[in-house]
């Protein structure tokens, strides 16, 4: 690995930790949703850095479906809290 995918790899685990204290910590249902995507979001991007460093295009493939998954993750719970508030009509 080039030194280059080491540091952004270790930027990554750095984002991922933080990511993680904010689910652990006591919020609200659209802040831990929010640090769930960002997590997607980051998994995402490490097999992004992974394709980069090992010239693999499969691995292009398995980022864009987990990019369309998260984004379509994201609508449906952003609609099931907006159902939420409004009681449920």
Do not use: H, N, Q, Y
């Not at 690995?1 to 659209?30: E, N, T």
């Not at 499969?58 to 952003?78: E, K, N, R, W, Y």
């Amino acid at each position: 690995m080039s030194a280059g995918g080491a540091v952004v790899i270790g930027l990554l685990v750095v984002a991922a930790g933080l990511a993680v204290v904010r689910v652990l910590r006591p919020a609200r249902l659209g802040d831990r949703i929010v640090a769930f995507d960002l997590l997607g979001s980051l998994v995402t991007c490490g097999i992004l850095v992974a394709a980069a460093e090992t010239g693999d295009g499969i691995l292009l493939d398995l980022a864009v479906v987990l990019g369309l998954l998260g984004f379509l993750t994201s609508v449906t719970v952003a609609r099931f809290i907006e159902s939420r508030s409004k009681g449920g009509s």
